[in-house]
């Protein structure tokens, strides 16, 4: 029995104990010793994703590592959601830095694992996705996490970045910015338990996915759908592009932080233009942006808020439009090519 | 459009050119801005896996990131091989080391990851196992490779470490230490390119999976099966353990590198005493362990070299007989409970 063999079955009763699971629906080989197998239902397609989170990168050690375990699992389960996904499990890639091969268990470096993957355990039972296996290596310098997750969604009914089309409207769940908002104010040395922040704060530490409402989306009809990870002024262009479309945004109907937070993090700037800015630029935000017919939107029953229009025009080109345009335009005249 | 959105295609462009497919049976989307897609077939179980490459760890930059990127993509396939699985599709996330994050084109760095997608894209054409998809992130000091791979094996019939019984024989297929004696031959200085030390340099920097043999053995029935990728001295106990079972090795038997190249790399010892070390120590050997009913075994047409036999004891527990034991034991005495 090697050092990592033992270490293995402790991480995992972590997971388990923040409520994670190691089993689910069709699974018939789940963590430990094995790789997982799985029973796929008759009659679902499979969506698969992987995303990486990196100490220092994309979370602080000095935020506690619960919080960046359950970061990087929501990020990865967000994937699913833009994909009108349920989740099937998850596989979750370890790098523990240590200064030479093997890992091995004790000390500080067995109970920052463990807490680390209590937050992978919080943030997976959020999702109600099981864990079912990884792996564990040997990192000279930093830890970091690489999900990969496995979603099942009814045959032909994948939520893609394609499908939008001139005339359809374009919508995001939640808010936007809250999460680069937290970030601005605890990189600004903020207290992380002010109560004025505490929503953009949470954004960025606890951040939900929003799978119900995909899978929502995906049993209304096939708007082109993806989430918000890169922040909308990144991912808007994406989903045009994929569609062959252009979108016009109406930046101020962005659903952004309050003033009051947009105040905070950007005082030299009319809080209504921070807001704004905030919400345009975001980044981490793992909402869902959606363009589908009215209709459609709709009858989905999910709370949308809508921010603009697809239109015909050069492919992934975004127009800013509003009283507010200005304020953003500057960040976002980088692909802005119709303008 | 961002610098990662272009480089992706670039990348993905020098996997198809080293051979790598980009789709595949069941794959109704691949690589690029999307997720990957799959619709499994009826009738078949998934299998699911996940390894690491990291740099100065797993492979050096000096010996070429081709082989680099070569070795990641068939040491993650050496996973599948193990379950007797066909490859379905693989996921590769890349850690880029750059000092901020996002990624861009350009430079010494494009070129880099143009030479490892070579290599992924070679490793991968040779285990027939199409990309699907994958993530780029910004690492501050090492690049690493996350693979994520996923099979599929008709239903049940999923190769796992649990099933040997006393009486089966314990199987190998190729040799064993050949990995490990070229990384010694590397680290001591020896010149890449030396033909005494072909065999062993190629097995460390060019590594081939299992996957014919694995699919056969798996047709024939249902033996105890794992891949060797950390050494026979720790994969065998974890065989064992999963079974509930003991076994014997017979350690003269074992298939270790020639005399001639053992003796080059360990001077020190009498050359079979080297060669017996290097098979039992092993390492990235990537070859299959099977223990199963000697008839089955034959039935597979599997071409395997019979190294011991499963006996009722404690389980996980191995004891080594043979001439040579006694120079292996000090190594394996570490787990060996029951001798």
């Known amino acids: 029995v090697t050092d990592e063999d033992e270490l293995v079955p402790r991480l995992l009763a972590a997971v388990r104990a923040a409520g994670g699971a190691t089993t689910g629906q069709g699974v018939l080989v789940g963590p430990g010793d094995e790789k997982a197998v799985l029973r796929p239902a008759p009659d679902e ?12 990168v994309h979370f602080r050690a000095a935020w506690g590592l619960a ?14 959601a833009g994909l009108g996904a349920r989740p099937l499990g998850a596989l979750l890639a370890l790098h523990v830095p240590r200064g030479r091969r093997g890992v091995e268990a004790g000390g500080v470096d067995e109970a920052a694992l463990l807490e680390l993957c209590r937050g992978v355990g919080e943030g997976l039972a959020a999702c109600g996705c099981p864990l079912l296996g990884g792996n564990l290596t040997a990192h000279p310098e ?5 999900t990969s997750a496995l979603g099942a969604v009814p045959r032909g009914r994948a939520l893609l970045r394609a499908g939008a089309r001139p005339g359809d409207l374009v919508a995001v769940t939640g808010a936007l910015g809250l999460a680069r908002a937290g970030l601005a104010w605890l990189e600004g040395g903020g207290a992380p338990d002010d109560p004025r ?27 082109a759908c ?27 109907a962005l659903p952004g932080p309050s003033p009051s937070i947009a105040a905070l993090v950007e005082p030299g700037r009319p809080p209504a233009e921070a807001a704004a800015r905030l919400a345009w630029l975001g980044g981490e935000d793992y909402e869902l942006l ?3 017919p009215a209709d459609l939107l709709a009858a989905s029953g999910v709370a949308l808020r ?11 080109t975004v ?4 009283a507010l345009a200005a304020a953003v335009g500057d960040a976002g005249s980088g692909f802005d090519h119709f303008a």
Chains 1, 2 share one sequence.
């Open 319 to 322: 127009r800013l439009e509003g």
């Open 290 to 292: 959606v363009a589908g």
């Open 197 to 223: 922040v505490r929503e953009a704060v949470g954004a960025l530490l606890a951040p939900r996915a929003r799978l119900a409402e995909g899978r929502a989306l995906a049993a209304a009809g096939q708007p």
């Open 142 to 146: 930093r830890l970091a996490l690489s």
């Open 67 to 80: 919080a960046g375990g359950r970061k990087a699992a929501v990020a990865a389960l967000s994937d699913l």
């Open 226 to 252: 993806m989430d918000v990870s890169d922040g909308l002024r990144r991912d808007l262009p994406r989903l045009a592009r994929a569609s062959g479309v252009a979108v016009v945004v109406d930046v101020d």
């Open 45 to 56: 397609d499979l969506v698969w994703t992987v995303d990486d989170h990196v100490e220092g």
């Open 306 to 316: 809508t921010i603009g229009r697809v239109v015909a025009g050069p492919p992934g």
